[in-house]
């Protein structure tokens, strides 16, 4: 605790007045020199009695001086109020540049600059002239070299008009200002366009982006690990655990490989999703636009316009894009997480049996009072995040699809959260992939619990029982392994010696062991590379 200086002392004492009798008896200092030096008439109180007012200042006081020192603390990473700009913002640096406020203004200005050249280089519109070559290119430099001191400016401007979209328009303009030829036709920004016009295309530039750029290719990483483990594990035993119970035999490649073909499907989908667009006005009906250029078959401008833009069109909506897109492609990304968390729960439970241990890191602390711990935390951090991702993912999906008649404003402040489900989602998708990296299998752990699980060739023994004949051969085998200590490799050969079996399928049966009780599992995992 830092030492307060004999200022901040009276400035303490000034603020006790009335406490200090109080003072007076748990300082062991009389209250008449206490009052004294609140008054100013005591200058050298002596170093034994400051030290006491110190300790009683520091006791007393620190709640108060700490509260008021955090009140005004500068944005950093340790500061910051989520984690995904503080303890995490290193991992989710790659979605700032997207989905962060300087993100969606420059998306904002983008597409304000291509509807202005769309509109100067269409016959119709002889108001707003084809722009010349060095025209264009000023219009495409505002785009392309956009900077933060430009989204400042925007922010600047926001202030005075209290409408975000509106800023843009003003700051375009001025941008624009000391050209002749843009200046001549600066009214056709935003010329026509309702704020969502430019909003819906933003956001669907972002999502775009952030999918292709960002998010598939994470996914076929994870993917590509996961597949990784499956081939070369594609003929390693491994006892399954129906209901928790040790059960017939697979392949610990084979149980990679059906996460793989969830995951893939899923992928598939999250990929295929349609990202839509429109530009049609305050309610959808082109009603500005048709007001000043009846002649013009607005239409297929606006579809021409979306789709160059790499979107979709939407050619009937309300002032808005409803937003049906953002649902399917949120819940075709719930459901890829879904399939993740389920192979993270999986993961952690065969690291939990010893069927995987985990390379040690050099450096690393796996509890602060067990030294022996490697504990599985990639797998718990992915699934945790991977739960407030779904969590926010089914509230977009639930809600972005629902506003009341032509437009409400509730969707306007939930897609600012974008960026929030898909950094926990990202860095799930991280925190998966560094497990798996440290994963390293375990075979005589394996082996030891299949050689202790003889009984789960019970399934084998009693089909081919049936198969020849044999009169209850379920309820036989049943006798046989239920309920007792244990079945081992003596006993259920001893079972199998006595049953009125061709020699043949005798001998098979006796040639079993659990290790071998895999069916076609190693052979399915070849199914992947199909």
């Known amino acids: 605790m830092t030492r307060p200086s004999l200022p901040q002392i009276l400035a303490f004492l000034e603020t006790q007045k009335g406490r200090l009798?109080?003072?007076?008896?748990?300082?062991?200092?009389?209250?008449?020199?206490?009052?004294?030096?609140?008054?100013?008439?005591?200058?050298?109180?002596?170093?034994?009695?400051?030290?006491?007012?110190?300790?009683?200042?520091?006791?007393?006081s620190a709640p108060e001086t700490q509260a008021r020192s955090i009140k005004n603390l500068a944005l950093s990473p340790l500061t910051a109020l989520s984690p995904l700009d503080g303890r995490y913002a290193a991992k989710t640096a790659g979605l700032r540049g997207l989905f962060s406020e300087f993100g969606l203004i420059r998306y904002r200005i983008l597409v304000e600059l291509r509807w202005l050249r769309m509109l100067a280089a269409h016959p119709g519109i002889p108001e707003a002239p084809p722009l010349s070559p060095p025209a264009v290119e000023i219009l495409e430099h505002i785009g392309a070299e956009f900077s933060e001191q430009d989204a400042a400016r925007v922010k600047e401007?926001?202030?005075?008009?209290?409408?975000?979209?509106?800023?843009?328009?003003?700051?375009?303009?001025?941008?624009?200002?000391?050209?002749?030829?843009?200046?001549?036709?600066?009214?056709?920004?935003?010329?026509?366009?309702t704020s969502e016009d430019i909003n819906n295309l933003s956001y669907s530039l972002m999502l775009h982006a952030a999918r292709a750029q960002i998010l598939l290719p994470v996914m076929d990483k994870l993917?590509?690990?996961?597949?990784?483990?499956?081939?070369?594990?594609?003929?390693?035993?491994?006892?399954?655990?129906?209901?928790?119970?040790?059960?017939?035999?697979?392949?610990?490649?084979?149980?990679?490989?059906?996460?793989?073909?969830?995951?893939?499907?899923?992928?598939?989908?999250?990929?295929?999703?349609?990202?839509?667009?429109?530009i049609n006005g305050a309610v959808g009906n082109y009603n500005a636009h048709v007001a000043a250029y009846p002649d013009i078959d607005w239409v297929p401008v606006g579809k021409r316009f979306v789709e160059?833009?790499?979107?979709?069109?939407?050619?009937?909506?309300?002032?808005?894009?409803?937003?049906?897109?953002?649902?399917?492609?949120?819940?075709?990304?719930?459901?890829?997480?879904?399939?993740?968390?389920?192979?993270?729960r999986d993961v952690w439970g065969y690291i939990a049996l010893g069927y995987f241990k985990q390379k040690p890191v050099a450096g690393e602390v796996g509890s602060s009072t067990m030294p022996h711990k490697v504990n599985p935390i990639d797998f718990e951090n992915s699934e945790g995040n991977l739960g407030l991702a779904n969590a926010l993912f089914d509230h977009l999906a639930a809600k972005l699809p629902v506003s009341r008649w032509q437009r409400d404003l509730s969707d306007s402040t939930v897609l600012?959260?974008?960026?929030?489900?898909?950094?926990?989602?990202?860095?799930?998708?991280?925190?998966?992939?560094?497990?798996?990296?440290?994963?390293?299998?375990?075979?005589?752990?394996?082996?030891?619990?299949?050689?202790?699980?003889?009984?789960?060739?019970?399934?084998?023994?009693?089909?081919?029982?049936?198969?020849?004949?044999?009169?209850?051969?379920?309820?036989?085998?049943?006798?046989?392994?239920?309920?007792?200590?244990?079945?081992d490799q003596e006993s259920l050969h001893a079972f199998i010696r006595s049953l009125a079996i061709p020699t043949d399928a005798k001998n098979s049966l006796?040639?079993?062991?659990?290790?071998?009780?895999?069916?076609?599992?190693?052979?399915?995992?070849?199914?992947?590379?199909?």
């Not at 979107?311 to 949120?330: C, G, K, R, S």
């Not at 290790?515 to 070849?526: E, F, P, S």
Request: proline share 4%.
């Open 416 to 487: 600012r959260n974008l960026g929030v489900a898909l950094g926990y989602a990202l860095l799930a998708y991280d925190a998966c992939l560094k497990g798996i990296a440290k994963l390293e299998v375990n075979p005589a752990r394996l082996q030891e619990d299949l050689d202790c699980n003889w009984e789960v060739l019970a399934e084998a023994v009693q089909t081919v029982m049936r198969r020849y004949g044999v009169e209850q051969p379920y309820e036989k085998l049943k006798e046989l392994t239920r309920g007792k200590d244990g079945i």
């Open 308 to 344: 160059e833009l790499g979107l979709v069109w939407n050619p009937l909506t309300t002032q808005i894009e409803p937003h049906d897109y953002l649902a399917e492609l949120f819940h075709a990304l719930a459901r890829f997480n879904t399939v993740l968390l389920d192979f993270n």
């Open 157 to 193: 401007i926001e202030a005075t008009t209290n409408h975000d979209v509106k800023a843009m328009e003003y700051f375009l303009k001025e941008k624009t200002a000391g050209n002749a030829e843009i200046g001549k036709i600066s009214e056709f920004i935003h010329f026509a366009c």
């Open 510 to 530: 006796l040639a079993l062991t659990p290790a071998r009780y895999t069916g076609n599992a190693a052979a399915q995992v070849k199914l992947l590379r199909k």
């Open 21 to 60: 009798p109080k003072i007076a008896t748990e300082t062991g200092l009389g209250l008449e020199w206490l009052r004294k030096l609140a008054g100013g008439y005591i200058r050298d109180p002596g170093v034994g009695k400051i030290e006491k007012l110190e300790i009683y200042m520091n006791k007393h």
């Open 223 to 278: 993917i590509t690990a996961i597949e990784t483990l499956a081939q070369h594990y594609a003929e390693q035993p491994m006892l399954s655990r129906t209901h928790g119970q040790p059960a017939s035999p697979t392949t610990l490649g084979k149980e990679m490989a059906n996460f793989v073909y969830r995951l893939r499907r899923q992928r598939g989908q999250v990929a295929e999703i349609e990202i839509l667009g429109k």
